[in-house]
């Protein structure tokens, strides 16, 4: 049982370039999340799902989409990178969402955008 | 403005010497308060859940506790694993899967 799995865990991107983060969890979750880490920052959602199929916005939305074509995955796409983009970034999922917040988080991704 | 403060930033204590961390909040209608704890280059791990005042929960050598205004976590006769950092986060209002993070505080055991 792996868990909730990102990759990759280390990127490098120059300003102006595409990539997307991976993540798959083997719970069955239907919940899914994105989060990003900055130092001195609390945890800023950027986007969720609540199910295959249905995304939302979080918080810091703007420079990143996402799509939910299956229940393990749910990846996330950076576009036309920029030095404020980066940070450390985690995807978490969970059974009923925020209403216990028991969120089962990857182990990260960084990234640095140069 | 800050709707998550945790105090105090960093703390050091030596090995069972039992101590509190801080999470007060400033949002109305809270709806639940959790508490994870991070490891060095790894994700947040969830601990506990408080929904309302009085409430307390333990899990080992912590317990988290909430009020009104705040929530403590109580670490008592704390070793070196228990070096990590500690998140509170906060949920309010309804339908948006938002949950509001303190910066944390960084907990530092020594034998």
């Known amino acids: 049982n792996a868990g909730v799995t990102q990759t990759p865990k280390f990127r490098i991107l120059k300003i102006g370039q595409s990539m997307t983060l991976q993540c798959a969890q083997d719970?069955?979750?239907?919940?899914m999340y994105w989060y990003r880490q900055d130092p001195g920052m609390g945890l800023k959602l950027i986007y969720y799902?609540?199910?295959?199929?249905?995304?939302d916005k979080g918080e810091v939305p703007n420079g990143y989409n996402v799509s939910r074509s299956t229940t393990e995955d749910f990846p996330l796409r950076l576009e036309l990178a920029a030095p404020s983009q980066t940070s450390v970034y985690f995807c978490?999922?969970?059974?009923?969402?925020?209403?216990?917040?028991?969120?089962?988080f990857g182990e990260g991704s960084r990234l640095t955008v140069l | 403005e800050d709707q998550v403060t945790q105090s105090p930033e960093a703390l050091r204590l030596q090995e069972g010497e039992s101590s509190s961390l801080n999470c007060s909040y400033t949002?109305?209608?809270?709806?639940?308060l959790f508490w994870y704890r991070q490891d060095p280059g790894k994700g947040p791990e969830f601990l506990f859940t408080?929904?309302?005042?009085?409430e307390e929960k333990e899990k080992e050598r912590l317990k988290a506790t909430l009020t009104k205004k705040e929530s403590f976590l109580h670490i008592t006769a704390p070793k070196p694993e228990d070096s990590a950092t500690y998140l509170c986060?906060?949920?309010w209002g309804t339908g948006f899967q938002k949950l509001v993070f303190g910066t944390g505080t960084r907990l530092l055991v020594s034998p």
């Open positions: 986060a906060v949920r």
């Open positions: 949002v109305s209608g809270l709806r639940g």
């Open positions: 408080l929904y309302s005042a009085g």
């Open positions: 719970m069955n979750h239907n919940y």
């Open positions: 799902s609540v199910g295959a199929g249905i995304t």
């Open positions: 978490a999922s969970s059974t009923s969402g925020i209403n216990t917040g028991e969120l089962f």
